[in-house]
C-alpha cells in the first residue's frame, strides 16, 4: 500500500470511527458553543449532517435501488425516571425524513411536514402493520 492509499485509509477510518461525531461538530462549533442550548444545538447539528449522509447513501447505493424506504431522523430523549417510576420516559422528536419509491421516486420531508403527515397518518404508510407485534 502507496503513502496516498494509507493516509486515504487513514482518514476513512476517523471520519467513520473514533473521531466520527467530532467531525460532525467541528466546524459548526462556534455556533454551538454561543447558542442559548448549546447541547440541543449539537444535537440538532449532529441530526443533520447524519441525516443529509445516511440519504445520500441510500440514494446512490444499489441495494436500496427499486424499493420502497422511509427513514426518519430524530431526536431520542430520556428522561429520568421519577420515584415510582421503574424505566426512565422516552420521547422521539423526529426532524426529518426520506421517502424513496419502488419506482425511484424520492423526496425529504422537514420537520413541520414530516409532523404534519404523521399527525394525519397519510402518505408514509402503505401497510398498516402491528408494529407492537413485529418488536
Do not use: C
Amino acid at each position: 500500500m502507496g503513502k496516498i492509499e494509507a493516509v486515504l485509509r487513514w482518514y476513512q477510518d476517523e471520519l467513520e470511527g473514533r473521531s466520527h461525531l467530532e467531525q460532525n461538530l467541528f466546524d459548526p462549533m462556534a455556533w454551538i458553543v454561543t447558542a442559548p442550548h448549546p447541547l440541543l444545538t449539537a444535537a440538532q447539528v449532529n441530526m443533520q449532517v447524519e441525516f443529509d449522509h445516511t440519504f445520500r447513501t441510500i440514494v446512490w447505493e444499489h441495494g436500496y435501488q427499486g424499493k420502497r424506504v422511509l427513514y426518519i431522523s430524530g431526536l431520542h430523549i430520556d428522561i429520568s425516571p421519577q420515584a415510582g417510576q421503574r424505566f426512565p420516559l422516552t420521547k422521539f422528536v423526529p426532524w426529518a425524513a426520506f421517502v424513496q419509491q419502488p419506482n425511484g421516486r424520492h423526496y425529504t420531508l422537514e420537520q413541520t411536514e414530516l409532523f404534519e403527515q404523521l399527525r394525519e397518518g397519510t402518505g408514509l404508510k402503505p401497510l398498516n402493520l402491528p408494529l407492537h407485534l413485529m418488536v
